[in-house]
């Protein structure tokens, strides 16, 4: 019996997909779900190029397709198969490559998530055989590339770390090439600055859990990947569920000392992410994306100088402080559940420390961009990224020159890839 030996009974989709035993050395297994993608070898071969860690490592593939795919989209996971073992067979690499083929499944709902979800349960599993609760499942995706010390800054920063328990790993997308039309490195400069002016937007407001969420760019070790009840379901935006599960249990960090390679292409195969948003782009032709306004951080960063606030706080206080909250957090929260919330916090609650965690487990991510989406439609108007990412800087005090969208961007890439804890 393993240590997720129950968990596995009682959540995994699948009885074991590998026969072969693991290492007892095994310290890392990458999970690759591939559906309608004929072409891996650029993976495998960037994989096999990276320094080997000191820990023992696997990749595993899992080829899936939902109820509805194309008879093209199941050629295309013949051949993704078919390539995956003509490179295992004609290429020496320091991992063990394994593919599971999981059919075109009838399951309501498949998609990226039971995929990802069947190939981390599958690594539980694995980790359980050799008891090894610490070992360190990763995601990726099957269109990625890596830096070259992706396995060894993983085992460094995660897996030798007794502190850390999951991360979301460093990225940046393609912004030049002959691989792609010309707009499509365009639209992607200005799609990633809007997930790094989010993720920087919350920082400057002072939400203590601003990581991004990108489902090709997180790891997590085996036992609190059970802890945290496995991967999810969704067909998407399955990583931004799965994070905010993983995040208020401590030791989440962001991994800033390797980099994953995203591809910027267009995809239709999930209802909404970075594919799809390029597709839009294409299809709309839009010159600017838009994006928050730096009005909406303005506001939550006052609202959470409130909040620290509330923990000493009477009744009476804690209804004139709800008054003092900015108008469009003022009108997203009503006072009956401000005062039934801070209230019910507070009682459960004794330190400030304490409240402080229960508080922004509260108003948490989901909290947040349910506040975004609701202020945006009434309040505050959306912005050019550019605009508001330049704005962004000024405000946090950053005197940054220019207001293009690439040198706004690398700017904003150098906030993270230069932050504490980088090599």
């Not at 050629?75 to 593919?99: G, M, P």
């Not at 990225?171 to 790094?196: K, N």
């Not at 931004?240 to 991994?255: R, T």
């Not at 994006?291 to 509330?310: Q, S, Y």
């Amino acid at each position: 019996m393993g240590f997720a030996s129950s968990w596995l009974n009682q959540r995994a989709l699948f009885p074991e997909i590998i026969e072969e035993a693991p290492d007892n050395q095994t310290g890392i297994i990458v999970v690759v779900p591939a559906f309608d993608e004929p072409i891996v070898t650029p993976l495998l071969n960037s994989l096999s190029s990276c320094t080997d860690p000191e820990c023992k490592t696997e990749v595993l593939f899992i080829v899936n397709a939902p109820k509805d795919a194309s008879a093209e989209s199941m050629i295309n996971n013949e051949k993704c198969i078919q390539n995956i073992e003509s490179w295992k067979n004609s290429n020496k690499s320091f991992f063990r490559l394994f593919v599971f083929d999981a059919g075109q499944s009838q399951k309501e709902g498949w998609g990226v998530g039971l995929a990802r979800k069947t190939g981390m349960d599958e690594a539980v599993r694995r980790f359980s055989s050799i008891e090894k609760p610490d070992g360190v499942i990763v995601c990726l995706d099957a269109d990625c590339t890596v830096e070259q010390n992706y396995f060894t800054s993983i085992c460094n920063k995660l897996l030798k770390n007794k502190e850390h328990t999951a991360c979301s790993v460093y990225y940046e997308h393609p912004l030049a090439g002959g691989e792609f039309p010309e707009r499509i490195y365009r639209y992607i400069v200005q799609y990633e600055l809007h997930m790094r002016y989010f993720v920087q937007g919350l920082k400057y407001a002072g939400f203590p859990y601003a990581f991004h969420t990108v489902g090709s760019a997180l790891a997590v070790k085996a036992l609190q990947y059970v802890k945290a009840g496995g991967m999810n379901r969704r067909q998407a935006g399955e990583d931004f569920y799965f994070v905010q599960k993983l995040i208020p249990s401590g030791g989440y960090f962001a991994l800033n000392t390797t980099t994953v390679y995203p591809s910027p292409r267009e995809s239709f195969r999930v209802p909404f992410g970075t594919g799809v948003m390029m597709a839009r782009l294409m299809v709309e032709a839009e010159e600017q994306l838009m994006t928050f306004n730096v009005d909406a951080f303005r506001e939550l960063r006052i609202f959470f100088d409130i909040a620290e606030k509330l923990y000493e706080a009477g009744k009476l206080e804690i209804m004139d402080l709800y008054k003092m909250l900015p108008p469009g957090v003022k009108s997203f929260i009503e006072a009956n559940e401000w005062a039934e919330k801070i209230s019910e916090i507070t009682t459960n609650t004794s330190s400030h420390e304490s409240f402080m965690k229960r508080f922004f487990n509260w108003f948490n991510m989901f909290r947040i961009v349910k506040y975004l989406n609701y202020v945006h439609t009434g309040v505050f108007n959306k912005k050019a990224v550019a605009d508001s990412a330049f704005e962004l800087l000024g405000i946090s005090g950053s005197h940054f020159a220019s207001s293009g969208p690439l040198e706004l961007l690398l700017y904003y890439r150098s906030l993270e890839k230069d932050a504490p804890g980088r090599d």
